[in-house]
């Protein structure tokens, strides 16, 4: 079925530094998400993103994330500075229309120390 | 406060048998259902969703049963097989948006 590539699958960074996960979503799909699963909870909503705007980000959605895809390429989302409750697997997920199926990506396991 | 509840926790069943998954939900506006499968190392898959018109689902061996009413669902996976061991996650949303809200999921393990 149609893949949804996440880079890297892991990071371990320091507190306070900055990181960037990259997400290639489905090719011809228009919207775009981040969910982030913490260790033994569920997976939850951070933020969708269409043409070129957030359309609607959770609580979790911290002042330091921000979302981006520049140009047609990766889908985005930065961390400007980590906090160590940031760790977590975030998951990219993207769809072809609002209401269609979420295809998921194998997620990014980050570990801020 | 979860508004997606998942049981059991973890289920196994034998090769063959019927694995009853359950979910329930407190937000009446949520009108879709998906339930995800994830295999270790893996992004979570869509397996099979209903909408809250219809009160069954069926594709193959899997079948969902909706609740309204009682605001519950079930997945049914009929004749399992070792291949169908993995973590099983209720989703709801409402209306369009892809924002779904997930359950804890339910890890199956189907024994030879």
């Known amino acids: 079925g149609p893949k949804v590539l996440q880079i890297p699958s892991h990071q371990i960074i320091d507190m306070g530094q900055m990181v960037t996960l990259n997400c290639d979503p489905v090719s011809n799909h228009l919207y775009f998400y981040w969910y982030k699963q913490i260790l033994g909870q569920q997976m939850e909503f951070l933020v969708n993103f269409y043409n070129g705007k957030v359309m609607e980000k959770s609580k979790l959605f911290k002042d330091q994330f921000s979302v981006e895809r520049p140009d047609g390429s990766y889908f985005t989302l930065k961390i400007q500075p980590t906090a160590l409750e940031d760790s977590a697997v975030y998951f990219c997920?993207?769809?072809?229309?609002?209401?269609?199926?979420?295809?998921f990506g194998e997620g990014s396991r980050l570990i801020v120390v | 406060q979860q508004q997606v509840r998942q049981s059991p926790q973890s289920l196994t069943v034998w090769e063959g048998e019927t694995a009853i998954l359950n979910c329930s939900y407190e937000n009446s506006a949520f009108d879709y259902f998906p339930w995800y499968q994830q295999f270790p190392g893996e992004g979570p898959a869509l397996l099979i969703a209903i909408r809250s018109v219809s009160d069954k689902k069926e594709d193959g061996r899997f079948t969902i049963f909706f609740n309204k009413r009682e605001k519950k669902l079930s997945l049914h996976i009929t004749d399992s097989q070792p291949g169908d061991s993995a973590t099983y996650f209720c989703?709801?949303?409402?209306?369009?948006?892809?924002?779904?809200?997930f359950g804890l999921g339910t890890t199956l393990q189907v024994q030879p």
């Open positions: 997920a993207s769809s072809f229309s609002s209401g269609n199926t979420l295809y």
């Open positions: 989703a709801a949303s409402a209306g369009n948006t892809g924002k779904l809200i």
